[in-house]
């Protein structure tokens, strides 16, 4: 027998269960990248079925919707008005609506503020259904030549230089592949930190305008790939890919100090930052710990 009116869980445990299917659907949609060829049978049939698409740029998006004919309704939901339109879209899912949140380009929910409508969704007991697609990171990293098993995806990297210069510090022996977003009047900046950071034979892919006319993927060492866009005027999306560091390399006891400190600041107490340093230096533990307790001798901690 079907069911009717508003939507409730079962108080009881007896009796088959039932669930309002008035209830909406949050679809995640990938959508193209730059080539607008680029999507999914899948994907065009849930843009047209969805009662509502929920869209970064709706300018943008309105073009792909062109065309391919789709007629849905459009409404914005970007990171400036984010915490207005999240209740009405949840509201909208739990009076029957069907949703698709899409990105400007790629897979909805990297680097946007899809993913705190995914959540706020997931926390009402909504439905969320991913409908895969292009992503960037993903199409810069199987195209740049470098290592695909494991891999750190960063997002944009931080606009202030020093707070850029402390995370890349922290990456000097990352032995997974690293991937990162750029806008083009930082790449310059950018490549020289990661050359003074990872040094100048580091390779690197810096990946732009994927999929569009002027694709351009510039492999090489961070010196070689610096050296062209010194003379060469970065333009478009850009994805960095960074290659893993040399797991041979030795960790100096400033190395070390500094890896100490920047846990400590993210709130470790001296023996866990020791113990974590310990295990990717390859230093004795103790030793380690000496050091931090260099670095903040003021307060004294409780046994460990």
């Not at 039932?18 to 949609?29: D, E, F, I, K, M």
């Not at 949140?101 to 899809?114: I, Q």
């Not at 390779?203 to 010196?223: Q, Y």
Request: include cysteine; glycine fraction near 8%.
């Amino acid at each position: 027998m079907p069911c009717h009116g508003p939507f409730s869980l079962p108080t009881r445990p007896e009796g088959p269960l039932c669930y309002n299917t008035r209830v909406g659907t949050l679809y995640l949609v990938a959508t193209p990248i730059g080539n607008l060829e680029d999507i999914t049978l899948r994907a065009l049939r849930i843009l047209r079925e969805v009662n509502l698409i929920a869209a970064e740029d709706t300018r943008h998006t309105r073009k792909l919707l062109t065309r391919y004919e789709i007629k849905t309704p459009l409404i914005s939901y970007h990171e400036h008005n984010k915490e207005a339109r999240l209740g009405e879209l949840l509201g909208r899912l739990g009076s029957g609506s069907s949703i698709a949140l899409v990105s400007d380009a790629g897979t909805p929910g990297l680097s946007d503020p899809g993913y705190e409508l995914v959540r706020a969704a997931l926390d009402a007991g909504y439905t969320v259904t991913p409908i895969p697609g292009p992503a960037a990171p993903i199409a810069a990293l199987v195209a740049s030549g470098l290592p695909t098993d494991a891999f750190v995806f960063l997002g944009y990297l931080p606009r202030k230089a020093s707070e850029n210069n402390r995370l890349l510090s922290g990456l000097i022996t990352e032995r997974r592949t690293i991937l990162a977003f750029e806008v083009p009047h930082r790449l310059r900046a950018t490549l020289a930190a990661m050359e003074h950071a990872f040094g100048p034979d580091r390779p690197v892919a810096v990946c732009r305008e994927l999929t569009k006319l002027h694709e351009e993927i510039r492999r090489g060492s961070l010196s070689e790939v610096r050296a062209h866009f010194e003379s060469a005027e970065p333009r478009g999306e850009i994805t960095l890919v960074i290659g893993a560091g040399d797991s041979a390399l030795a960790w100096d006891e400033q190395a070390v100090r500094e890896a100490v400190a920047q846990r400590m600041s993210r709130g470790l107490r001296r023996s866990e930052a020791a113990r974590e340093v310990a295990a990717e230096a390859g230093w004795p533990r103790s030793k380690v710990y000496r050091l931090a307790e260099e670095l903040h001798p003021e307060p004294v901690e409780g046994r460990e």
